[in-house]
């Protein structure tokens, strides 16, 4: 199957961390990305990842993933009023690697 | 670069009208990517070309659908006959055909069909 799972709703306060969990079932998954959404508006890309890393730093976003768990997690260090959006999760395969399977999104609602 | 265009941003009809979409991608981008996204659920899969090919269609690209990318350029996709479950956002997506390259999205045409 190539279901990707994301919780619905992460409500942060500025300044704090944010975690975006995100878990996907297809084994053969070669690179999985982060697309932020604001209202209206369509996917703008993060960060993305190869399988065969743990981890990816770039500026305030840290992604984690473990690959035994099918886990892929996105961190927001210092979460600010304009990272409030849909963020979505999803995951490539090495024989259709443009034909994304996305997650159902996570809203991510920051406060003041 | 001015990133993927599409036009319109919305588009409202009656239902058994038919509609065009269009999409300009990022330039020097020989894959373009659509995708549908329904309220409260990440984009969908619809069919994507290598320059004027079309490699892939998804099985909810129903007869009433058709994309073309004539010179490998910018792309169409067309709705014949619209129904009222065809509303959503139409999303454009380009990008290298490099492995593991990722896709840059445009804004997308909301169509609402009543």
């Known amino acids: 199957g190539e279901d990707v799972e994301q919780s619905l709703f992460l409500s942060v306060r500025e300044g704090d961390s944010s975690v975006i969990n995100c878990t996907y079932t297809d084994s053969s998954s070669t690179y999985l990305y982060w697309y932020k959404q604001e209202p209206g508006a369509g996917l703008q890309l993060l960060t993305y990842i190869f399988s065969n890393m743990d981890m990816k730093q770039d500026q305030r976003l840290t992604v984690l993933l473990n690959k035994k768990d099918k886990h892929l997690s996105l961190r927001i260090a210092d979460t600010q009023t304009g990272d409030s959006a849909i963020y979505f999760c999803a995951e490539s395969i090495t024989d259709s690697w443009g034909k994304l399977q996305f997650g159902a999104g996570t809203q991510v609602v920051v406060t003041p | 670069d001015t990133g993927v265009s599409q036009d319109p941003r919305h588009k409202i009809t009656k239902r058994g009208q038919n509609v065009t979409f269009r999409c300009d991608p990022i330039?020097?981008?020989?894959?373009l990517y659509w995708y549908r996204q329904t309220l409260g659920q990440g984009p969908e899969f619809l069919t994507y070309?290598?320059?004027?090919?079309?490699?892939?269609k998804s099985r909810l690209l129903s007869d009433r659908f058709s994309a073309e990318r004539p010179k490998g350029s910018f792309s169409t996709l067309e709705i014949q006959r619209t129904e009222q479950g065809d509303s959503a956002m139409y999303l454009c997506a380009s990008s290298l055909a490099v492995l593991g390259e990722p896709l840059h999205f445009g804004n997308g045409t909301r169509l609402t069909v009543t």
């Open positions: 330039s020097e981008h020989n894959r």
């Open positions: 070309f290598q320059n004027e090919a079309q490699l892939e």
